[in-house]
Protein backbone atom coordinates (compact mmCIF):
# COMPACT_ATOMS: atom_id res chain seq x y z
CA UNK A 1 0.00 0.00 0.00
CA UNK A 2 1.39 3.39 -1.04
CA UNK A 3 0.18 6.53 1.16
CA UNK A 4 -0.99 8.65 -1.18
CA UNK A 5 -2.48 11.33 0.75
CA UNK A 6 -2.44 12.16 4.26
CA UNK A 7 -3.33 15.33 6.27
CA UNK A 8 -2.94 15.24 9.97
CA UNK A 9 -4.40 17.94 12.35
CA UNK A 10 -4.53 20.39 9.35
CA UNK A 11 -5.95 23.78 10.05
CA UNK A 12 -6.40 27.17 8.69
CA UNK A 13 -7.44 30.11 10.73
CA UNK A 14 -8.11 33.47 8.63
CA UNK A 15 -8.25 36.89 10.21
CA UNK A 16 -10.94 38.77 8.89
CA UNK A 17 -11.34 42.74 9.55
CA UNK A 18 -9.50 46.08 11.52
CA UNK A 19 -6.71 45.48 14.28
CA UNK A 20 -10.27 46.21 16.75
CA UNK A 21 -12.24 44.04 15.77
CA UNK A 22 -10.53 41.26 14.32
CA UNK A 23 -12.51 37.94 13.57
CA UNK A 24 -11.55 34.82 13.16
CA UNK A 25 -12.65 32.22 10.41
CA UNK A 26 -11.65 28.81 10.96
CA UNK A 27 -11.16 27.65 7.13
CA UNK A 28 -10.22 24.30 7.89
CA UNK A 29 -10.93 22.67 11.23
CA UNK A 30 -8.54 19.92 12.54
CA UNK A 31 -8.62 18.20 8.91
CA UNK A 32 -7.55 14.37 8.67
CA UNK A 33 -7.87 12.27 5.66
CA UNK A 34 -5.72 9.39 4.81
CA UNK A 35 -5.71 7.76 1.68
CA UNK A 36 -3.80 4.65 0.62
CA UNK A 37 -4.30 2.00 -2.19
CA UNK A 38 -2.08 0.03 -4.33
CA UNK A 39 -3.20 2.16 -7.58
CA UNK A 40 -3.09 5.80 -8.12
CA UNK A 41 -6.93 7.15 -6.91
CA UNK A 42 -9.28 10.11 -8.02
CA UNK A 43 -10.32 11.65 -4.01
CA UNK A 44 -12.84 13.66 -4.17
CA UNK A 45 -13.83 16.88 -2.33
CA UNK A 46 -17.56 17.88 -2.32
CA UNK A 47 -19.33 20.55 -0.43
CA UNK A 48 -20.88 23.99 -0.56
CA UNK A 49 -19.42 27.48 -0.93
CA UNK A 50 -17.68 28.58 2.47
CA UNK A 51 -17.00 24.77 3.21
CA UNK A 52 -13.18 24.76 3.01
CA UNK A 53 -12.77 22.80 -0.19
CA UNK A 54 -10.42 25.85 -1.75
CA UNK A 55 -8.58 26.25 1.39
CA UNK A 56 -7.65 22.65 1.54
CA UNK A 57 -6.19 22.43 -1.98
CA UNK A 58 -4.71 25.69 -1.67
CA UNK A 59 -2.97 24.46 1.37
CA UNK A 60 -2.37 21.32 -0.47
CA UNK A 61 -0.79 23.42 -3.32
CA UNK A 62 1.85 25.40 -0.76
CA UNK A 63 -0.22 28.49 -1.66
CA UNK A 64 -1.57 28.86 1.69
CA UNK A 65 0.50 27.74 4.78
CA UNK A 66 -1.67 26.15 7.34
CA UNK A 67 -2.07 27.30 10.96
CA UNK A 68 -0.95 23.86 12.53
CA UNK A 69 -0.80 20.02 11.09
CA UNK A 70 0.66 19.27 8.34
CA UNK A 71 0.10 17.40 4.72
CA UNK A 72 1.88 14.40 3.31
CA UNK A 73 1.76 13.55 -0.33
CA UNK A 74 3.62 10.22 -1.09
CA UNK A 75 5.48 9.55 1.97
CA UNK A 76 6.67 13.60 1.77
CA UNK A 77 5.37 15.94 4.00
CA UNK A 78 4.78 19.05 2.01
CA UNK A 79 2.41 21.64 3.75
CA UNK A 80 2.96 22.50 7.78
CA UNK A 81 5.94 21.95 9.99
CA UNK A 82 8.61 19.40 8.25
CA UNK A 83 7.94 20.10 4.82
CA UNK A 84 10.96 19.78 3.38
CA UNK A 85 10.46 19.35 -0.78
CA UNK A 86 12.35 22.30 -2.75
CA UNK A 87 10.03 24.17 -4.79
CA UNK A 88 10.72 23.00 -7.74
CA UNK A 89 10.60 19.01 -6.24
CA UNK A 90 7.27 19.89 -4.87
CA UNK A 91 6.29 20.98 -8.46
CA UNK A 92 6.92 17.74 -9.90
CA UNK A 93 5.08 16.01 -7.41
CA UNK A 94 1.83 18.21 -6.95
CA UNK A 95 0.40 20.20 -9.76
CA UNK A 96 -2.66 22.43 -10.12
CA UNK A 97 -5.55 22.78 -12.66
CA UNK A 98 -7.61 26.08 -11.62
CA UNK A 99 -11.07 26.43 -12.47
CA UNK A 100 -11.00 29.18 -14.91
CA UNK A 101 -9.14 28.29 -17.81
CA UNK A 102 -9.17 31.57 -19.28
CA UNK A 103 -8.09 33.41 -16.39
CA UNK A 104 -5.18 30.69 -16.21
CA UNK A 105 -3.56 31.73 -18.93
CA UNK A 106 -2.40 35.30 -20.08
CA UNK A 107 -4.52 36.55 -23.09
CA UNK A 108 -1.11 38.43 -23.93
CA UNK A 109 0.60 35.03 -24.28
CA UNK A 110 0.81 31.89 -26.80
CA UNK A 111 -0.58 29.21 -24.28
CA UNK A 112 2.08 26.90 -25.17
CA UNK A 113 4.30 29.11 -23.74
CA UNK A 114 3.42 28.42 -20.44
CA UNK A 115 3.73 24.61 -21.56
CA UNK A 116 7.18 25.28 -22.87
CA UNK A 117 8.38 27.41 -19.62
CA UNK A 118 6.34 24.30 -17.52
CA UNK A 119 9.00 21.87 -18.88
CA UNK A 120 12.18 24.14 -18.92
CA UNK A 121 11.56 25.63 -15.42
CA UNK A 122 9.87 22.83 -13.25
CA UNK A 123 10.90 19.88 -15.14
CA UNK A 124 13.97 21.01 -16.24
CA UNK A 125 14.41 20.15 -19.46
CA UNK A 126 16.28 21.46 -22.86
CA UNK A 127 14.89 23.05 -25.82
CA UNK A 128 14.44 19.65 -27.49
CA UNK A 129 13.50 17.76 -24.30
CA UNK A 130 10.98 19.91 -24.17
CA UNK A 131 9.25 20.71 -27.48
CA UNK A 132 8.96 16.66 -27.24
CA UNK A 133 7.49 16.89 -23.79
CA UNK A 134 4.85 19.55 -24.92
CA UNK A 135 3.69 17.30 -27.67
CA UNK A 136 3.54 14.00 -25.52
CA UNK A 137 1.51 15.75 -23.05
CA UNK A 138 -0.95 17.73 -25.70
CA UNK A 139 -1.39 14.14 -27.36
CA UNK A 140 -2.40 12.23 -24.20
CA UNK A 141 -5.40 14.98 -23.65
CA UNK A 142 -6.07 14.75 -27.22
CA UNK A 143 -4.92 17.59 -28.83
CA UNK A 144 -2.40 17.94 -31.56
CA UNK A 145 0.48 20.36 -30.92
CA UNK A 146 0.42 21.97 -34.66
CA UNK A 147 -2.78 23.03 -33.91
CA UNK A 148 -2.43 24.60 -30.17
CA UNK A 149 1.09 26.00 -31.45
CA UNK A 150 1.27 29.83 -31.33
CA UNK A 151 -2.50 30.70 -30.25
CA UNK A 152 -3.86 32.71 -27.66
CA UNK A 153 -6.68 31.71 -25.21
CA UNK A 154 -9.07 33.26 -27.30
CA UNK A 155 -8.84 30.96 -30.29
CA UNK A 156 -9.81 27.72 -27.41
CA UNK A 157 -13.10 26.53 -26.45
CA UNK A 158 -13.53 26.88 -22.71
CA UNK A 159 -12.59 22.75 -23.06
CA UNK A 160 -9.79 23.02 -25.13
CA UNK A 161 -8.10 25.43 -22.54
CA UNK A 162 -8.71 22.90 -19.65
CA UNK A 163 -7.60 20.06 -21.86
CA UNK A 164 -3.93 22.56 -22.28
CA UNK A 165 -4.71 23.13 -18.24
CA UNK A 166 -4.81 19.44 -17.78
CA UNK A 167 -1.45 18.82 -20.43
CA UNK A 168 0.27 21.63 -18.62
CA UNK A 169 -0.20 19.95 -15.48
CA UNK A 170 1.18 16.45 -17.24
CA UNK A 171 4.58 17.95 -18.05
CA UNK A 172 6.88 17.60 -15.11
CA UNK A 173 4.98 13.97 -14.33
CA UNK A 174 3.39 15.11 -10.64
CA UNK A 175 2.12 11.86 -8.85
CA UNK A 176 -1.03 14.21 -7.81
CA UNK A 177 -3.28 16.75 -9.79
CA UNK A 178 -5.29 19.02 -7.57
CA UNK A 179 -8.20 20.22 -9.66
CA UNK A 180 -9.85 22.74 -8.49
CA UNK A 181 -13.49 23.02 -9.74
CA UNK A 182 -12.23 22.45 -13.17
CA UNK A 183 -15.23 21.90 -15.05
CA UNK A 184 -17.44 24.17 -13.51
CA UNK A 185 -16.58 26.56 -16.33
CA UNK A 186 -17.68 24.44 -19.07
CA UNK A 187 -20.25 24.12 -21.09
CA UNK A 188 -22.24 20.62 -19.14
CA UNK A 189 -22.32 18.80 -22.34
CA UNK A 190 -18.28 18.98 -22.69
CA UNK A 191 -18.02 18.38 -19.18
CA UNK A 192 -17.58 14.36 -19.10
CA UNK A 193 -14.74 15.09 -21.73
CA UNK A 194 -12.33 16.35 -19.09
CA UNK A 195 -13.54 13.82 -16.04
CA UNK A 196 -12.81 11.50 -18.81
CA UNK A 197 -9.63 12.20 -19.23
CA UNK A 198 -9.17 12.26 -15.44
CA UNK A 199 -9.59 8.65 -15.31
CA UNK A 200 -7.92 7.86 -18.40
CA UNK A 201 -4.72 9.20 -16.66
CA UNK A 202 -5.42 7.70 -13.76
CA UNK A 203 -5.67 4.58 -15.49
CA UNK A 204 -3.26 4.90 -18.26
CA UNK A 205 -0.31 7.15 -17.09
CA UNK A 206 -1.04 6.07 -12.49
CA UNK A 207 -1.64 10.31 -11.81
CA UNK A 208 -3.63 10.71 -8.51
CA UNK A 209 -6.02 13.21 -8.56
CA UNK A 210 -7.86 15.80 -5.82
CA UNK A 211 -10.94 16.57 -7.41
CA UNK A 212 -12.16 19.54 -5.51
CA UNK A 213 -16.48 20.07 -6.79
CA UNK A 214 -19.61 21.23 -5.70
CA UNK A 215 -20.96 19.02 -8.48
CA UNK A 216 -21.74 15.40 -6.60
CA UNK A 217 -23.11 13.35 -9.59
CA UNK A 218 -19.43 13.32 -11.38
CA UNK A 219 -17.57 12.85 -8.09
CA UNK A 220 -19.66 9.33 -7.58
CA UNK A 221 -18.82 8.95 -11.26
CA UNK A 222 -15.24 8.97 -11.24
CA UNK A 223 -13.87 9.36 -7.42
CA UNK A 224 -12.48 6.28 -5.62
CA UNK A 225 -12.40 8.03 -2.21
CA UNK A 226 -14.85 10.60 -1.25
CA UNK A 227 -14.48 13.62 1.16
CA UNK A 228 -17.62 15.81 2.78
CA UNK A 229 -17.11 18.92 4.29
CA UNK A 230 -18.92 21.72 5.64
CA UNK A 231 -17.87 24.48 7.46
CA UNK A 232 -14.20 23.64 7.32
CA UNK A 233 -14.87 19.98 8.76
CA UNK A 234 -14.60 17.34 6.89
CA UNK A 235 -17.97 15.79 8.25
CA UNK A 236 -17.87 12.18 6.31
CA UNK A 237 -14.99 10.74 4.48
CA UNK A 238 -14.30 7.21 2.90
CA UNK A 239 -14.83 4.73 -0.02
CA UNK A 240 -16.81 6.68 -2.70
CA UNK A 241 -19.56 4.32 -3.11
CA UNK A 242 -20.13 3.59 0.14
CA UNK A 243 -19.96 7.33 1.31
CA UNK A 244 -22.76 7.91 -1.66
CA UNK A 245 -24.60 5.13 -1.47
CA UNK A 246 -25.04 4.84 2.41
CA UNK A 247 -24.51 8.49 3.85
CA UNK A 248 -24.13 8.74 7.01
CA UNK A 249 -23.83 12.21 7.98
CA UNK A 250 -26.89 14.61 7.59
CA UNK A 251 -25.08 16.81 5.96
CA UNK A 252 -24.17 14.36 3.26
CA UNK A 253 -27.91 13.36 2.91
CA UNK A 254 -28.78 16.72 3.01
CA UNK A 255 -26.64 17.07 -0.27
CA UNK A 256 -27.54 14.17 -2.14
CA UNK A 257 -31.11 15.29 -2.05
CA UNK A 258 -30.83 18.75 -3.16
CA UNK A 259 -29.15 17.37 -6.53
CA UNK A 260 -31.49 18.15 -9.05
CA UNK A 261 -31.55 14.55 -10.80
CA UNK A 262 -34.52 12.80 -13.39
CA UNK A 263 -35.20 9.99 -11.71
CA UNK A 264 -37.57 11.20 -9.20
CA UNK A 265 -39.21 14.80 -8.61
CA UNK A 266 -39.34 17.34 -5.71
CA UNK A 267 -42.84 17.82 -5.92
CA UNK A 268 -45.51 17.42 -8.03
CA UNK A 269 -45.91 19.92 -10.81
CA UNK A 270 -49.08 21.54 -12.22
CA UNK A 271 -49.70 20.47 -15.92
CA UNK A 272 -48.74 22.67 -18.93
CA UNK A 273 -50.96 24.63 -20.06
CA UNK A 274 -52.15 25.25 -24.14
CA UNK B 1 -48.52 33.57 -24.91
CA UNK B 2 -45.85 34.72 -26.80
CA UNK B 3 -45.54 34.09 -30.63
CA UNK B 4 -41.96 34.35 -31.99
CA UNK B 5 -42.56 34.55 -35.82
CA UNK B 6 -39.23 33.06 -38.03
CA UNK B 7 -36.97 35.58 -35.57
CA UNK B 8 -33.58 36.54 -36.47
CA UNK B 9 -31.52 38.28 -33.90
CA UNK B 10 -27.67 39.82 -34.78
CA UNK B 11 -24.34 41.15 -33.80
CA UNK B 12 -22.98 43.43 -35.90
CA UNK B 13 -19.24 43.48 -34.58
CA UNK B 14 -16.80 45.52 -37.14
CA UNK B 15 -17.64 44.30 -40.51
CA UNK B 16 -18.85 40.81 -39.79
CA UNK B 17 -22.82 40.03 -38.91
CA UNK B 18 -23.22 37.11 -36.22
CA UNK B 19 -26.64 35.50 -36.34
CA UNK B 20 -27.11 34.28 -32.53
CA UNK B 21 -30.54 33.62 -33.38
CA UNK B 22 -31.56 31.96 -36.63
CA UNK B 23 -34.88 31.98 -37.24
CA UNK B 24 -37.05 30.66 -34.71
CA UNK B 25 -40.19 30.31 -34.92
CA UNK B 26 -42.56 28.79 -31.98
CA UNK B 27 -45.46 29.81 -29.36
CA UNK B 28 -45.27 29.87 -25.42
CA UNK B 29 -48.27 29.32 -23.76
CA UNK B 30 -49.64 31.36 -21.01
CA UNK B 31 -49.30 30.19 -17.48
CA UNK B 32 -46.42 27.63 -17.54
CA UNK B 33 -42.78 27.71 -16.95
CA UNK B 34 -40.09 26.92 -19.97
CA UNK B 35 -36.57 25.66 -19.77
CA UNK B 36 -33.98 27.02 -22.34
CA UNK B 37 -31.25 24.76 -22.56
CA UNK B 38 -28.19 24.76 -24.84
CA UNK B 39 -24.21 25.04 -24.66
CA UNK B 40 -22.72 28.68 -24.34
CA UNK B 41 -23.38 30.44 -27.64
CA UNK B 42 -26.59 28.80 -28.51
CA UNK B 43 -28.51 31.89 -28.50
CA UNK B 44 -29.64 31.64 -25.39
CA UNK B 45 -29.59 34.48 -23.76
CA UNK B 46 -29.73 36.79 -26.97
CA UNK B 47 -33.26 35.11 -26.73
CA UNK B 48 -34.09 36.00 -23.65
CA UNK B 49 -32.93 39.43 -23.93
CA UNK B 50 -34.78 40.06 -27.21
CA UNK B 51 -38.05 38.44 -25.72
CA UNK B 52 -37.45 40.82 -23.11
CA UNK B 53 -37.27 44.16 -25.52
CA UNK B 54 -33.77 44.67 -24.51
CA UNK B 55 -32.49 45.15 -27.95
CA UNK B 56 -29.39 47.21 -27.80
CA UNK B 57 -26.82 47.89 -30.31
CA UNK B 58 -24.23 45.77 -31.11
CA UNK B 59 -27.71 43.41 -31.11
CA UNK B 60 -30.57 44.13 -33.19
CA UNK B 61 -33.34 42.62 -34.90
CA UNK B 62 -32.66 41.09 -38.67
CA UNK B 63 -35.96 39.36 -39.65
CA UNK B 64 -39.18 38.41 -37.68
CA UNK B 65 -41.12 39.42 -35.16
CA UNK B 66 -42.35 38.98 -31.78
CA UNK B 67 -45.89 39.20 -30.42
CA UNK B 68 -47.46 38.91 -26.70
CA UNK B 69 -50.56 38.38 -25.66
CA UNK B 70 -49.68 40.52 -22.25
CA UNK B 71 -51.68 43.75 -21.29
CA UNK B 72 -49.37 46.77 -20.44
CA UNK B 73 -50.14 48.54 -17.59
CA UNK B 74 -52.18 51.38 -19.24
CA UNK B 75 -54.52 48.13 -20.53
CA UNK B 76 -53.48 48.28 -23.99
CA UNK B 77 -51.53 45.28 -25.26
CA UNK B 78 -47.75 45.48 -25.46
CA UNK B 79 -45.75 45.40 -28.68
CA UNK B 80 -42.21 45.19 -29.29
CA UNK B 81 -42.42 48.91 -29.44
CA UNK B 82 -43.79 49.35 -25.44
CA UNK B 83 -42.43 46.59 -24.18
CA UNK B 84 -39.83 48.62 -22.57
CA UNK B 85 -42.29 50.98 -20.76
CA UNK B 86 -43.57 47.12 -19.09
CA UNK B 87 -40.07 46.07 -17.01
CA UNK B 88 -40.94 45.58 -13.95
CA UNK B 89 -43.98 46.42 -14.14
CA UNK B 90 -46.09 43.26 -16.68
CA UNK B 91 -42.83 41.52 -17.37
CA UNK B 92 -39.19 41.25 -14.85
CA UNK B 93 -35.71 39.74 -15.61
CA UNK B 94 -33.86 37.71 -13.28
CA UNK B 95 -30.11 38.27 -15.01
CA UNK B 96 -27.28 36.26 -15.36
CA UNK B 97 -25.08 35.83 -11.77
CA UNK B 98 -28.13 38.26 -10.73
CA UNK B 99 -27.31 38.52 -7.07
CA UNK B 100 -24.48 40.75 -8.35
CA UNK B 101 -26.84 43.12 -10.10
CA UNK B 102 -28.03 44.71 -6.69
CA UNK B 103 -26.68 48.51 -6.14
CA UNK B 104 -24.08 47.52 -3.64
CA UNK B 105 -24.02 51.08 -1.97
CA UNK B 106 -27.83 51.57 -1.16
CA UNK B 107 -29.79 49.14 1.47
CA UNK B 108 -32.01 45.93 0.05
CA UNK B 109 -35.05 48.89 1.34
CA UNK B 110 -33.58 51.58 -0.50
CA UNK B 111 -33.59 49.59 -3.85
CA UNK B 112 -36.70 48.24 -3.51
CA UNK B 113 -37.89 51.89 -3.33
CA UNK B 114 -35.41 53.41 -6.08
CA UNK B 115 -37.10 50.39 -8.93
CA UNK B 116 -38.15 51.38 -12.06
CA UNK B 117 -42.08 50.02 -11.53
CA UNK B 118 -42.58 51.95 -7.80
CA UNK B 119 -45.05 53.11 -6.10
CA UNK B 120 -44.60 57.19 -5.39
CA UNK B 121 -45.85 56.24 -1.53
CA UNK B 122 -42.47 55.12 -0.14
CA UNK B 123 -44.01 53.80 3.27
CA UNK B 124 -46.50 51.77 1.69
CA UNK B 125 -43.89 50.32 -0.65
CA UNK B 126 -41.07 49.66 2.06
CA UNK B 127 -44.48 47.97 4.65
CA UNK B 128 -45.59 45.46 1.58
CA UNK B 129 -42.10 45.34 0.93
CA UNK B 130 -40.68 43.91 4.75
CA UNK B 131 -43.86 41.17 4.56
CA UNK B 132 -42.95 40.18 0.68
CA UNK B 133 -39.56 39.21 2.10
CA UNK B 134 -40.68 37.45 5.00
CA UNK B 135 -42.98 34.93 2.74
CA UNK B 136 -39.74 34.31 0.23
CA UNK B 137 -38.33 32.97 3.62
CA UNK B 138 -35.77 35.84 4.41
CA UNK B 139 -34.97 37.85 7.30
CA UNK B 140 -36.59 41.52 8.19
CA UNK B 141 -33.24 42.53 8.94
CA UNK B 142 -32.17 41.64 5.54
CA UNK B 143 -34.11 44.97 4.44
CA UNK B 144 -31.60 47.10 6.33
CA UNK B 145 -28.70 45.34 5.20
CA UNK B 146 -26.29 46.07 2.02
CA UNK B 147 -26.02 43.47 -0.30
CA UNK B 148 -22.41 42.51 0.68
CA UNK B 149 -23.96 41.35 4.40
CA UNK B 150 -25.66 39.11 2.66
CA UNK B 151 -25.14 35.28 0.99
CA UNK B 152 -25.53 35.02 -2.00
CA UNK B 153 -28.57 32.76 -1.29
CA UNK B 154 -29.40 35.81 -0.05
CA UNK B 155 -28.94 38.16 -2.28
CA UNK B 156 -30.92 35.86 -4.96
CA UNK B 157 -33.83 36.07 -2.45
CA UNK B 158 -33.61 39.87 -2.63
CA UNK B 159 -33.58 39.31 -6.75
CA UNK B 160 -36.40 36.68 -6.85
CA UNK B 161 -38.53 39.41 -4.54
CA UNK B 162 -37.40 42.39 -6.41
CA UNK B 163 -38.62 40.48 -9.91
CA UNK B 164 -42.11 39.08 -8.36
CA UNK B 165 -42.91 42.06 -6.29
CA UNK B 166 -45.22 43.49 -8.60
CA UNK B 167 -46.61 40.06 -9.76
CA UNK B 168 -45.83 40.71 -13.21
CA UNK B 169 -47.41 38.26 -15.90
CA UNK B 170 -43.98 36.96 -17.37
CA UNK B 171 -40.25 36.70 -15.58
CA UNK B 172 -37.08 35.88 -17.61
CA UNK B 173 -34.78 33.75 -15.02
CA UNK B 174 -31.19 33.50 -16.92
CA UNK B 175 -29.06 30.95 -15.10
CA UNK B 176 -30.88 31.98 -11.94
CA UNK B 177 -28.89 29.02 -9.88
CA UNK B 178 -25.51 29.05 -11.49
CA UNK B 179 -23.21 30.61 -8.65
CA UNK B 180 -25.06 28.65 -6.04
CA UNK B 181 -24.62 25.36 -4.15
CA UNK B 182 -27.21 22.53 -4.39
CA UNK B 183 -28.54 22.80 -1.43
CA UNK B 184 -29.35 26.83 -1.83
CA UNK B 185 -30.32 25.77 -5.43
CA UNK B 186 -32.86 23.24 -4.54
CA UNK B 187 -34.57 25.90 -1.99
CA UNK B 188 -34.44 28.67 -4.79
CA UNK B 189 -36.10 26.94 -7.25
CA UNK B 190 -38.60 25.51 -5.17
CA UNK B 191 -39.77 29.06 -4.54
CA UNK B 192 -39.65 30.27 -8.11
CA UNK B 193 -41.92 27.01 -8.61
CA UNK B 194 -43.98 28.21 -5.41
CA UNK B 195 -44.75 31.64 -6.64
CA UNK B 196 -45.45 30.50 -9.99
CA UNK B 197 -48.22 28.59 -8.95
CA UNK B 198 -49.22 31.57 -6.70
CA UNK B 199 -49.16 33.81 -9.46
CA UNK B 200 -50.24 32.20 -12.53
CA UNK B 201 -47.63 33.56 -14.49
CA UNK B 202 -44.94 32.28 -16.89
CA UNK B 203 -41.49 31.71 -16.57
CA UNK B 204 -38.64 31.49 -18.83
CA UNK B 205 -36.09 29.69 -16.92
CA UNK B 206 -32.61 29.39 -18.87
CA UNK B 207 -30.23 26.76 -17.46
CA UNK B 208 -27.46 24.26 -18.83
CA UNK B 209 -28.43 22.03 -16.23
CA UNK B 210 -31.14 19.41 -17.61
CA UNK B 211 -31.35 17.95 -13.95
CA UNK B 212 -32.67 21.85 -13.63
CA UNK B 213 -35.19 21.54 -16.12
CA UNK B 214 -36.70 17.86 -14.97
CA UNK B 215 -37.34 19.33 -11.75
CA UNK B 216 -38.74 23.13 -12.51
CA UNK B 217 -40.08 22.83 -16.19
CA UNK B 218 -43.22 22.12 -17.57
CA UNK B 219 -42.22 22.94 -20.90
CA UNK B 220 -38.47 22.67 -22.50
CA UNK B 221 -36.49 24.60 -25.49
CA UNK B 222 -33.18 23.19 -27.06
CA UNK B 223 -30.88 25.07 -28.36
CA UNK B 224 -28.23 24.86 -30.77
CA UNK B 225 -25.81 27.34 -32.90
CA UNK B 226 -28.76 29.63 -33.22
CA UNK B 227 -31.54 27.35 -34.13
CA UNK B 228 -34.36 25.32 -32.09
CA UNK B 229 -33.52 21.52 -32.10
CA UNK B 230 -36.65 20.52 -29.87
CA UNK B 231 -39.93 22.15 -28.35
CA UNK B 232 -42.04 20.27 -26.39
CA UNK B 233 -43.33 19.21 -23.04
CA UNK B 234 -40.30 18.06 -20.47
CA UNK B 235 -41.81 14.70 -20.15
CA UNK B 236 -41.60 14.19 -23.50
CA UNK B 237 -38.24 15.39 -24.00
CA UNK B 238 -37.07 13.19 -21.36
CA UNK B 239 -38.83 10.21 -22.02
CA UNK B 240 -38.65 10.45 -25.74
CA UNK B 241 -35.92 12.73 -27.19
CA UNK B 242 -35.58 13.00 -30.59
CA UNK B 243 -32.71 15.12 -31.50
CA UNK B 244 -29.12 13.49 -31.42
CA UNK B 245 -28.12 16.87 -29.88
CA UNK B 246 -31.05 16.67 -27.02
CA UNK B 247 -30.10 12.79 -26.31
CA UNK B 248 -26.99 13.72 -25.38
CA UNK B 249 -27.52 16.64 -23.41
CA UNK B 250 -29.69 14.34 -21.24
CA UNK B 251 -26.67 11.23 -21.32
CA UNK B 252 -23.95 13.89 -20.38
CA UNK B 253 -25.71 14.10 -17.36
CA UNK B 254 -24.30 11.43 -14.56
CA UNK B 255 -26.86 10.05 -12.13
CA UNK B 256 -25.71 8.76 -8.76
CA UNK B 257 -26.49 5.17 -7.71
CA UNK B 258 -27.02 3.91 -11.05
CA UNK B 259 -23.73 1.91 -12.27
CA UNK B 260 -24.96 0.66 -15.78
CA UNK B 261 -24.17 4.15 -16.95
CA UNK B 262 -20.97 4.38 -15.71
CA UNK B 263 -19.45 2.54 -18.85
CA UNK B 264 -21.76 4.19 -21.58
CA UNK B 265 -21.01 7.17 -20.22
CA UNK B 266 -16.99 7.23 -20.96
CA UNK B 267 -17.67 5.94 -24.35
CA UNK B 268 -20.12 8.53 -25.70
CA UNK B 269 -18.92 11.65 -23.90
CA UNK B 270 -15.73 10.76 -24.65
CA UNK B 271 -16.40 10.57 -28.31
CA UNK B 272 -19.32 12.56 -28.82
CA UNK B 273 -18.43 15.68 -26.83
CA UNK B 274 -17.00 17.10 -29.33
CA UNK B 275 -19.12 16.54 -32.73
CA UNK B 276 -20.83 19.02 -34.33
CA UNK B 277 -24.52 18.47 -35.22
CA UNK B 278 -26.54 20.16 -38.01
CA UNK B 279 -29.94 21.69 -37.08
CA UNK B 280 -32.37 22.80 -39.83
CA UNK B 281 -34.15 25.58 -39.57
CA UNK B 282 -37.48 24.20 -39.44
CA UNK B 283 -39.09 23.01 -36.72
CA UNK B 284 -41.49 19.44 -37.60
CA UNK B 285 -44.32 18.47 -35.13
CA UNK B 286 -43.57 14.80 -34.51
CA UNK B 287 -46.21 13.98 -31.96
CA UNK B 288 -48.62 16.49 -30.46
CA UNK B 289 -47.00 19.71 -28.93
CA UNK B 290 -43.39 18.12 -29.25
CA UNK B 291 -41.44 19.52 -32.57
CA UNK B 292 -38.06 19.24 -33.88
CA UNK B 293 -35.66 20.63 -36.28
CA UNK B 294 -35.62 17.33 -38.67
CA UNK B 295 -33.94 18.25 -42.37
CA UNK B 296 -33.45 15.18 -43.92
CA UNK B 297 -33.95 11.90 -41.90
CA UNK B 298 -31.49 10.95 -39.24
CA UNK B 299 -28.86 13.10 -40.80
CA UNK B 300 -28.90 14.93 -37.09
CA UNK B 301 -24.52 14.67 -37.24
CA UNK B 302 -22.73 15.89 -39.03
CA UNK B 303 -18.92 14.93 -38.83
Given at each position: MTLILKTEGLNKVYRQGGLVRARQVHALRDVNITVESDRPVVIAVVGESGSGKTTLAKTLLRLE?????????????????????????FLGLVQPIFQNPFEAFSRYRPVDAYLHETARRVAGMDESQAEAAVAHALDSVGLNYGEVRGKYTSQFSGG??????????????????????????????????????????????GRSFLYITHDLATAYYISDFIAVMNKGQVVEFG???????????????LLLDSIPTTNSRWRPRALAAG | MIRLSDLKISYRIGNRVIDAVDGVTLTIPDRCIVGIAGESGSGKSTLMKAIYGDIQSPMYLSQGRIDYSLKGADGRPVTSETIRREWFRSLSYIPQSSMNSLNPVIRIREQFIDFPGSDSNKKRVLERARAYIGKLGLPAEAMDSYPHQLSGGMRQRVMIALATFFQPELIIADEP????????QKEILLLLMELQEQMGNTILVVSHDMGVHYQVTQKMLIMYAGRVVEYGDTDGIF?????????MLI???????DDSLRGVLASTAGAGGDRAFRVEPHLVEVKPGHFVARGEHSAGVAA
Open positions: TPTSGHAIVYDRVVAGKGATPTRREELQRISVARALIPQPRLIVADEPVSMIDASRRMIIINLFKRLRDEQVAREVMSNPQHAYTR | TTALDVVVSDPQHPYTRDSLPTIG
